[in-house]
Each structure stands twice: as C-alpha cells, then as structure tokens.
C-alpha cells in the first residue's frame, strides 16, 4: 500500500499522480474519485456565498472531473480499467441545507453516465459507475449530525435503522471495481439503508 499527497482539485496533482502510478506499476486498471467536501452546514442557496459555492464544485465535481481526464488515458494504455465516482443520496433528493453538495452530487451522477457511454462507445473497455451513500458515520457524517437529537432524527428516516458504516460503502465500490461487474457501466448503486425507496 501506498500514500501519497494529492489535492483533487489541482490538475498538476493528477499529472503527477497519474504519471508516478504509470512510471513506478506500468498500468492504471481501477480508479475511485472519493474525495469529497460538505461544508459549511448547513447552508441554504439563500446564505452560500459564491467562494463556497465554488470551493464546493471545484472539489466536489472538478476533482471528478480531473480523475477521468487523466485517469482514463492511462486505462487505455492498461488495456481497458473500472472507475467508481462517489455521489451521494443528495443526487436524488433537494438538499435544502446543503444546497452547493447536493449539486456537486447530482453533477457526479451525470458525468458518471457521460464518461461511461463515451467510453464504450469508443471501444475503450473501461467501465464508469456512481455509488450513492445514504448517512455513513464518518467525520463528514458526524459533522452534518452534530449532536445526538439530530442522529435520533436522522436514524427515523432510514428504514433498516441504523447508520451505514465506510465498510457497506467499500463492498459496493469493490464490486464496481472488480471484473465481477464487468457488464455494468453508467448506473448508480445506492447504498443508504432503504432511504431512497421511501
Ligand atoms: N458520510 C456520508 O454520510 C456521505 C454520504 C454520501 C456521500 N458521501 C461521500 O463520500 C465521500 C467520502 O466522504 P466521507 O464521509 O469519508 O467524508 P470525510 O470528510 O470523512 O472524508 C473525506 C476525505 O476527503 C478528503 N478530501 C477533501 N478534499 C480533498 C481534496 N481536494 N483532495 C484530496 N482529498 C480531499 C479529506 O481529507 C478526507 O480525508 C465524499 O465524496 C462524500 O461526499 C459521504
């Protein structure tokens, strides 16, 4: 395992990420674009200023955007590869409180669809898919749930009862990943605890 500074927002990151990953293992098969913001909260269109606003797509989409731009020359050279992009429930839903996040998120979910159909229709043999977590205990999760009469509220509306967990989130992603999806490209998987069915 290896870790390495990256600011998902910068393009010179990604060149020189990319570039060290092809130099150092000669191949690029898998790519997740998790990194992700979803602060301040709450704030409503109303209160956002254009800096957050901004900060939020810059991170939220551009970093997206930028981990496909790269990411996807280096699959082709690999002979093909699987990219997962992580959205979010608030693709689906108005996020009142979080008005730039839920944007961010419903961009992902398209882009995710664009990237996937150009690439089959190119013959790349790489594959493009959104994952969607619903309320995942994470400092992310915490900070949106401060305190416990929010996590009591929130738990109300997920109908198995409890929060989700990074793991539930990871075995999604290692299925989108892996070859064992090999013909699923441009969809979403919901991970949320039956949130959305609601
Ligand atoms: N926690 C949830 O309830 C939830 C729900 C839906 C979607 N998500 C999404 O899941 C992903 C992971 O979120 P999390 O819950 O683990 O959040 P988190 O805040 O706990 O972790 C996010 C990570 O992203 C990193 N990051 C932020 N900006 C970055 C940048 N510009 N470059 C590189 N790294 C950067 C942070 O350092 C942090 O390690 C995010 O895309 C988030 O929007 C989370």
Redesign the pocket.
Known sequence: MRFEE????REEDWKRIIDAVMAREGRLNGLVN?????GPFPSTFETETVEQWQRMLS??VQ?VFLGCKYGVPAMKQSGGGSIVN?????AFLGTPALSA?GAS?GAVRQFTKTVAMDCARKGYRIRCNSV??????????Q??LPNDKARERALRTIPIGEF?T?ED?AYGILYLISDESRFVTGTELVIDGGMNAI
């Open positions: 990256h600011d998902t927002a998790n990194a992700g913001i979803a991170i939220n970093g992580t959205s979010s429930l608030a996040y998120k969607h977590p619903g309320i995942i205990m994470t400092p992310m999760g900070g949106i989700g990074p989130i």
